[in-house]
């Protein structure tokens, strides 16, 4: 028997954790951390992929579950004028209060929900790279669409500069992010 409820309840919270990157922008009613994830699993359902699709849209769904535990938390590498921390002291912190979030859940679902977090962070696979590509690509359309209604306090463009566009390998994807930019 495990304890699913726990791991329900400690998920659930994820509803509630506002995307960091957003509300340092002063952004009124930012999206969530899982309002992020929903969108890129819907995402992953329906953009152009030749790997294994229903893993794409799993690991979406569990890339940032840890969150709900650590909240969203921006590195040093990602944004020196606000980060609180170095990437790789975010991923330790991370991967253990994953770790204990699917500890109480039965042995198969623990296994493969851990192991769908380390091949997302790993970034090798091609579900990995097309899931990180999509990330990517969701939070740079959700910036354009926040820039576009003048919900923001501080600049939102940096977004979806080159610099930002450059971390996506898929031409897909940038061709998508641009119609929707230019549109």
Known sequence: MTDID?????AAKLKSVKRQGWVER???????SADHSWMMALMCMTLPFDGDRNKAVKMAIVHDLAE????????????EAGGTMRAKDKQKLEKNAFAEMVSSLEKQASKEMLSLWEEFEGGKTSEA???????AAE???QAFRYHKAGNFCKPLDGF????AMSTIRSEAIKTLIRRIIES
Do not use: C, Q, Y
């Not at 726990?6 to 400690?10: A, N």
């Open 6 to 10: 726990d791991f329900l309840e400690t």
């Open 26 to 32: 002063g952004v009124r009613e930012p999206e969530s």
């Open 68 to 79: 709900a535990v650590v909240g969203d938390i921006i590195t040093k590498e990602n944004w």
């Open 129 to 135: 790279m097309f899931v990180k590509d999509v990330d």
């Open 139 to 141: 939070r740079l359309i």
């Open 160 to 163: 979806w500069d080159d610099k």
